[in-house]
């Protein structure tokens, strides 16, 4: 019955002894002041510091901002002990300090703002900016090569300033090459064919190009 007292006894003054909480707090950010955003960051400890052990594992992580806050339990022996804090795999090194802290009626703080070495991850948004400013500038381009290669034809020409080259026909008496409006007067001029025959001699020829396009 005694020994049950004494049990009962110190499992009453050890629950009622809570430890102080010491907070770690501030911004993490890249060396362009950047804010590392949504990064877990992690205490752990050196090899073979058994009196960093008990705060191994315990961490929080990065808001928007780049803000984070960590809450370690401690107790007046935890004083001077070395953590490592790691964020995206580069590591700081920060001492418990429970004397010269802001204190208030039995939790400590501290501000430890992080900036790491790395450069910030190109984002999403920027690489898509990228691909489509590329995009653009090449289809600008593509339409300049095409432009500048049909003013250097007569026809390209033409149709630069609006006005479309009249097509080319073949003749079916000389098989020369002339103008399709031109086709019928040369028929009547040059080979003398009368003037309704030249028209349908034309009217054949136009079909027959027109049926030869289709194919």
Partial sequence: MRMLSVVILLLFTTSTVAADTYTIYGIIKYPNNTAVQYEEIEVQCEPHAY???KFSGEGGMSDFGGGYRIELPVEDQDEGISILLVVK???FEHQISLQNQNQGESDYSTM???????EPPISPLSTGLLCGTLFFIL????VLVKTGRQL??????????GRSPMPITTCPICDGKIRRHLLVRHLIVEHGIP???AGAMAGLQFSDERQDLDT
């Fill in 89 to 91: 795999g580069e590591t």
């Fill in 112 to 118: 430890l703002n992080i900036t790491l070495d790395q």
């Fill in 152 to 161: 250097m034809t007569p026809e390209g020409r033409q149709r630069f300033q």
């Fill in 51 to 53: 009196d960093c052990a």
């Fill in 195 to 197: 003037p309704d025959k």
């Fill in 139 to 142: 289809v600008f381009a593509n």
